[in-house]
Nanobody
Framework: QVQLVESGGGLVQAGGSLRLSCVAS????????MGWFRQAPGKEREFVAAIDRFDSNTLYADSVKGRFTISRDNAKNTVFLQMTSLKPEDTAVYYC????????????????????WGQGTQVTVSS
């Protein structure tokens, strides 16, 4: 059973940066495509970024493109989300998730593609 644990959230001023980490258990972490989603109060969980198991393909939501960068370190079973130029509208609980199987391109933006989720880490951006 795969477990995901996020960390790195916190309170930051607008324009600031944070780096989120998500550590996965399991010996086959390198077989997982990984994604980051976020959920603001009263809103649905939305896609943020994804990376394939080979670290060859990445995908971003338009709202974070150019500001956020997803990366992974398979030796450490960890996926990262580097967030820069943060805005108050980036305030949310951020979740990492894994999906098995082939990279599905744009479909990696869909929640139903993912097979497991972490508990989330809160990011708050003050204006």
């Amino acid at each position: 059973q795969v477990q995901l644990v996020e960390s790195g959230g916190g309170l930051v001023q607008a324009g600031g940066s944070l780096r989120l980490s998500c550590v996965a258990s399991g010996r086959t972490y390198s077989s997982y495509n990984m994604g980051w989603f976020r959920q603001a109060p009263g809103k649905e969980r939305e896609f943020v970024a994804a990376i394939d198991r080979f670290d060859s393909n990445t995908l971003y939501a338009d709202s974070v493109k150019g500001r956020f960068t997803i990366s992974r370190d398979n030796a450490k079973n960890t996926v990262f989300l580097q967030m820069t130029s943060l805005k108050p509208e980036d305030t949310a609980v951020y979740y990492c998730a894994f999906s098995l199987g082939f990279w599905m391109g744009e479909r990696q933006k869909e929640k139903r593609v993912y097979d497991g989720w972490g508990q989330g880490t809160q990011v708050t951006v003050s204006s």
